[in-house]
């Protein structure tokens, strides 16, 4: 594919609906990350995955989220028992490599979830 | 932790004039990267520049270039000629080890 791409773009969930986000990286990338962002805020970082290490899951508001990459592709971003502060736009990103910093984050054009 | 700055919520300029957003941060590190990314309405993040700390050198990307004060801690954008296209929010972001820090973004409206 030519780039990142998101699945569904836009969500809307009931209050302690389950919902799963998507997201297809760049073929090649092996470090993928998960933003989120509400209205007229910055990027809060939430996780991000570099090959085979373990995800540094630090961003992660609560236990309410989880996310998981398969075979070191596309990652699915879960959140549990949604409330409406969950509602933001959520991003994902992939680049060539993670650890070094230099490398150019690509963006994907993020899913819009609202909880009513 | 980081912090990332962004002092001016909003800004506008004339078309063909040059603009500056500022940005400052706060880390004890001593290597990492910053990074000034747009988002148009679109939603979609694209990298604008980015600066590598251990250089001097202010970056430049066409219109783009940077003004990098490490020892300040600042980082701003400046946009030269600007255009229509160049309406959008503008973020700053600091990145160490794999995660990054955004600002609150600027929203800059360039008229015509």
């Known amino acids: 594919g030519a780039g990142v791409s998101q699945s569904p773009s836009n969500k809307v969930t009931e209050k302690g609906k389950d919902v799963e986000l998507r997201c297809d990286p760049i073929s090649g990338h092996t470090a993928l990350y998960w933003y989120r962002q509400s209205l007229g805020q910055g990027l809060e970082f939430l996780i991000y995955?570099?090959?085979?290490?373990?995800?540094?899951k630090s961003g992660l508001p609560s236990d309410r989220f989880s996310a998981e990459r398969t075979g070191g592709s596309v990652s699915t971003l879960t959140i549990q028992r949604t409330q409406q502060e969950d509602s933001a736009v959520y991003l994902c990103a992939s680049s060539l490599e993670g650890t070094g910093g230099a490398e150019t984050q690509y963006f994907g054009p993020g899913t819009r979830l609202l909880v009513l | 932790a980081q912090t990332v700055t962004q002092s001016q919520p909003e800004m506008s300029v004339q078309e063909a004039e040059t603009v500056t957003l500022s940005c400052t941060y706060d880390t004890s590190e001593n290597n990492y990267y910053l990074f000034w990314y747009k988002q148009p309405p679109s939603r979609q993040m694209i990298l604008v520049i980015r600066q590598e700390a251990y250089k001097q050198q202010n970056a430049t990307e066409n219109r783009f270039s940077v003004n990098f004060q490490k020892a300040a801690k600042s980082f701003s954008l400046k946009i030269s000629d600007s255009q229509l296209g160049d309406t959008a929010m503008y973020f700053c972001a600091f990145r160490h080890a794999g995660k990054s820090t955004f600002g609150d973004g600027t929203t800059l409206t360039v008229k015509p």
């Open positions: 995955f570099q090959g085979n290490s373990a995800p540094d």
